[in-house]
């Protein structure tokens, strides 16, 4: 048999169960037309982040980060500009690049675009992994 609570006690826990809800009245949707985005630009944004096309500043607006290419197509695949000097930074890169096509193959790890990307991105890290024996 369980406690009895004070009085008061048991309207009080339910108003606050009532408050800490989503219920339609306390859970409001943000309005896109306010510039939010809808999924797919929220996505699109979050690959162009992790490719590292775009920075964020502290009041999160995007400020588009000027990335030249270079003229080794392995560094372009990865999205470096220049050739890593240790594993840490290659390996950084491997995980974005392949996070980033994850991302535009809409999540999907079986589609063909996505598959095709994965195999480039690897053999271009296990390459530059061989070329600097680590």
């Known amino acids: 048999m369980g406690r009895k609570l004070p009085p008061g006690e048991a309207e009080r826990r339910a108003a606050e169960r009532?408050?800490?809800?989503?219920s339609?009245?306390?859970?409001?949707t943000y309005d896109?037309?306010?510039?939010?985005?809808?999924?797919?630009?929220?996505?699109?944004?979050?690959?162009?982040?992790?490719?590292?096309?775009v920075t964020f500043d502290f009041e999160f607006t995007v400020n588009p980060k000027k990335?030249?290419?270079?003229?080794?197509?392995?560094?372009?695949?990865?999205?470096?500009?220049?050739?890593p000097t240790d594993f840490a930074?290659?390996?950084?890169?491997?995980?974005?690049?392949?996070?980033?096509?994850?991302?535009?193959?809409?999540?999907?790890?079986t589609s063909p675009e996505y598959v095709n990307a994965f195999r480039k991105i690897t053999l271009v890290f296990e390459k530059l992994k061989r070329q600097h024996r680590w």
Do not use: C, H
Request: aromatic residues 10%; hydrophobic residues 40%.
């Open 18 to 22: 009532k408050r800490a809800t989503f």
């Open 24 to 28: 339609g009245e306390r859970y409001k």
């Open 32 to 53: 896109t037309s306010q510039g939010y985005g809808n999924a797919a630009d929220w996505a699109s944004m979050a690959a162009a982040f992790l490719n590292g096309d």
């Open 67 to 83: 990335r030249t290419t270079t003229n080794n197509p392995d560094l372009d695949i990865l999205g470096l500009d220049a050739t």
């Open 89 to 109: 930074t290659l390996k950084k890169a491997y995980r974005r690049a392949v996070l980033a096509a994850f991302s535009a193959a809409g999540s999907n790890d």
